[in-house]
């Protein structure tokens, strides 16, 4: 059965979360200001009613002053109280947002997230959601007074003569009616718009990103032009859909207004022919006049709803995405730290990458991934870190479907290093604590030791204390990659997971790396991806991946007498090292 879709209200309600009740509050309190904001007007037409009645007290005319101003300063009291608390529960929301989408993308499959331009999450996270912030605030209690206020005074207005009531509406509904044709085509109008900040948003962050290739090739001009079209783009969407609505708008301002269009000249004719009386008439005038401003600001509003329920979308649009199939809690916990591929099918999209892969890794040995270039090593690494579900088969920790376990439990086994891992740009020392947030100082220290980075992280500018730059963009290829597999190191997972881990250290360091994790990993059950094939050839086990299928796998030795594409690709590797020897 098809979802119902929740209303943006119901979602807004429900971030609000405790601070749901600041917001009844402040629609309370708003009410209250409206009544206070409305009491003046009867004040004042009964002020003009004593005047042209002849009463000349000027006690009276004071005292009535007097509550015009108090009325005002306890309207101003519960405004100021109405928005203080709708700001309060404003914030909730706003904080209550974010959190939800960072927790949702750490559940949802890596694949979701890295297929989205993370200009789009950027701007939903921070730009768009803080944009909703004022109008979240104000709205609550400003478009209930605004819409209430016209009602009561409708209401009374009606009662005093329903005929000028009737004819003060004529330039309401011609306001109206363009404030309707305004919104015709307002939802596809105001989402274009989106799309068009999401795409520009999307080109600078790849324009600023992309940057050190843009200089490198000298195409500084034609690959802004993807920056500049979205610009262009982005620009069009607003003109165009205002110059739609200039005319709607135009007539909404002007003639909205002018209530007293049709109050004062029929107002005049029916005291003139007896039937209406000279105070009652000021008293239209004066309602009449009241009426106006709400309405505007409430037409103003509408269109800050029609925002926020777009904004809302797109917000629950991250929240709605499938995650990763795991329970709260495992349901099983794993016998050792033997991992078990059985016929695992698995495609990015549409494209079957693994097309039925068995593996059986022992517990506590080293074992291999080899294979031509995208034949499918690093999805297998993927899918064992359960960075992506397997679409069939199973994967299995100690005779346990890693399906079965918590992310939690789950993370506690494995610890990943892939090729380009994320620095944060933090001090090197607490990038490595990442690892593991308790970690000591000490400990730390004793890690870079073992994994063969002390050395180069003590000739850095400020040791341990040095920032390493958006994304690690202050270190070296080597620096980077080193410094990932303390972090994973200090992690002390029983089962690690080296994807290409050493590719950009150079041979003297790889080997002092290798060395080291040899050494940190003695007792766990080890994964290692490398094109390097002497790198891995002392491996327990070697699997050969060859085009999305396991073609062999076996010792370095079984594998150089049983298959082929093995051979080939050893006597590939050992006939580039002899070149590379040659050319030194
Ligand atoms: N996020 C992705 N979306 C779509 N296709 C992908 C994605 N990642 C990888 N692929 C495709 O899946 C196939 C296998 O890629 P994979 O990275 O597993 O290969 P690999 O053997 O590790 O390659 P390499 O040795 O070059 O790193 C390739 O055809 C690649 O283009």
Not at 53 to 61: A, I, M, V
Not at 62 to 87: K, N, V
Not at 421 to 446: C, M, S, W
Request: charged share 20%.
């Amino acid at each position: 059965m098809k979802e119902k879709k929740r209303s943006a209200a119901s979602w807004i309600l429900e971030w609000a979360g405790q601070k749901r009740s600041a917001y009844v509050w402040s629609v309370v309190l708003a009410v209250g200001n409206v009544i206070f904001k409305i009491i003046p007007y009867f004040i004042i037409a009964n002020v003009v009613t004593m005047f042209l009645d002849g009463s000349k007290e000027f006690k009276e005319y004071l005292i009535m002053a007097i509550w015009i101003a108090l009325s005002f300063i306890i309207a101003e009291l519960f405004h100021s109280l109405s928005t203080s608390l709708s700001h309060k529960a404003t914030f909730t929301v706003l904080a209550n947002i974010r959190k939800s989408c960072c927790e949702k993308l750490a559940r949802v499959p890596l694949g979701y997230v890295k297929d989205t331009p993370s200009g789009t999450f950027k701007n939903i996270m921070v730009e768009r959601i803080d944009s909703i912030e004022t109008t979240l605030a104000h709205i609550v209690p400003e478009f209930t007074s605004n819409l209430l206020a016209p009602v009561i005074i409708l209401i009374y207005f009606f009662m005093t003569d329903w005929r000028l009531a009737l004819l003060s509406l004529v330039p309401v509904v011609v306001g109206f009616l363009s404030y309707f044709g305004m919104m015709i085509d307002y939802k596809p109008s105001f989402e274009r718009t989106v799309k068009t900040t999401k795409e520009l948003n999307d080109a600078a962050v790849e324009y600023i990103d992309g940057i050190e290739v843009i200089k490198a090739f000298g195409k500084t001009e034609s690959s802004y032009a993807k920056f500049t079209k979205a610009a262009m783009e982005y620009a069009d969407s607003f003109i165009s859909w205002m110059k739609r609505c200039s005319i709607f708008h135009a007539l909404l301002m002007v003639v909205t207004p002018y209530t007293l269009l049709t109050v004062l000249p029929f107002g005049a004719h029916y005291v003139e022919n007896g039937t209406l009386t000279i105070s009652s008439f000021v008293m239209c005038i004066i309602l009449s006049l009241g009426i106006v401003g709400p309405i505007i600001t409430v037409g103003s509003y509408t269109d800050d709803l029609g925002k926020i329920s777009v904004i809302v979308d797109e917000v629950v649009g991250i929240l709605k995405q499938p995650e990763l199939k795991r329970p709260e809690k495992s349901t099983a916990a794993p016998k050792d730290n033997s991992i078990t591929l059985t016929d695992v099918k698995f495609g990015y999209h549409e494209r079957e990458i693994l097309h039925g892969v068995n593996m059986k890794l022992n517990a506590g040995t080293v074992n291999a991934i080899v294979g031509p270039s995208g034949s499918g090593k690093s999805t297998i690494a993927k899918l064992i870190a359960s960075l992506w579900d397997v679409n069939s088969g199973s994967i299995k920790i100690g005779g346990v479907d890693i399906k079965q376990m918590s992310l939690v439990d789950f993370n506690r086994k494995i610890a990943y290093v892939a090729q380009d891992n994320y620095l944060f740009n933090e001090t090197v020392r607490e990038n490595i604590r990442q690892g593991n947030p308790k970690a000591t100082d000490e400990e730390i220290i004793d890690v870079t030791k073992k994994s063969g980075c002390y050395d180069f992280i003590m000739q850095l500018e400020n040791g341990f204390d040095t920032i390493v730059g958006g994304a690690g963009g202050h270190l070296s290829g080597g620096e980077r990659q080193r410094i990932s597999i303390a972090r994973a190191m200090l992690k002390d997972a029983p089962i690690v997971i080296l994807d290409e881990a050493t590719a950009y250290t150079d041979p003297e360091n790889e080997a002092i790396l290798q060395n080291s994790i040899a050494k940190l990993v003695a007792g766990r059950t080890l994964i290692v991806i490398a094109h390097r094939l002497s790198t891995v050839k002392d491996s327990d086990q070697i699997f050969v991946v060859d085009e999305g299928n396991i073609a062999a796998h076996g010792t370095h030795e079984e594998l150089l007498a049983s298959c082929p594409l093995y051979k080939e690709m050893w006597n590939a590797h050992i006939s580039a090292k002899d070149t590379a020897k040659e050319d030194n």
